[in-house]
């Protein structure tokens, strides 16, 4: 079966960490680039990060640079999302999601709340 399943959300203090993991399975993840998207409640899906198939080349948008790192372990099949200095505007539904030229595949989300 092919699916992304994501974990590490959870609640984080204002100025805390947390680190999100996107594991693939069912398909040759090396081969897809790999985006992170984020949904607030009431608001639209914002793109958060996209990293190469091979892991190293990144980006980031403007609200979440410098306090996000994006990284791409092919041999675990899995992608990070590394979140620093978290603020309560980061709360939010985070979604990973596999693309190559054919097919894609996303993650279930997982919630992310930053307390104050």
């Known amino acids: 079966q092919m699916q992304l399943v994501e974990t590490g959300g959870g609640v984080g203090q204002a100025g805390g960490s947390l680190r999100l993991s996107c594991a693939a399975s069912?398909?040759?993840?090396?081969?897809?680039f790999t985006w992170w998207y984020r949904q607030a409640s009431g608001k639209e899906s914002e793109l958060v990060a996209?990293?190469?198939?091979?892991?190293?080349?990144?980006n980031y948008a403007d609200s979440v640079r410098d306090r996000i790192l994006c990284s791409k372990d092919n041999a675990d099949k899995t992608a990070y999302l590394q979140m620093n200095s978290l603020k309560p505007e980061a709360t939010a539904v985070y979604y990973c999601?596999?693309?190559?030229?054919?097919?894609?595949?996303w993650g279930q989300g997982t919630q992310v709340t930053v307390s104050s």
């Open positions: 069912g398909f040759t993840f090396r081969g897809y």
């Open positions: 999601n596999a693309g190559s030229v054919n097919y894609e595949y």
């Open positions: 996209v990293i190469a198939s091979a892991g190293g080349s990144t």
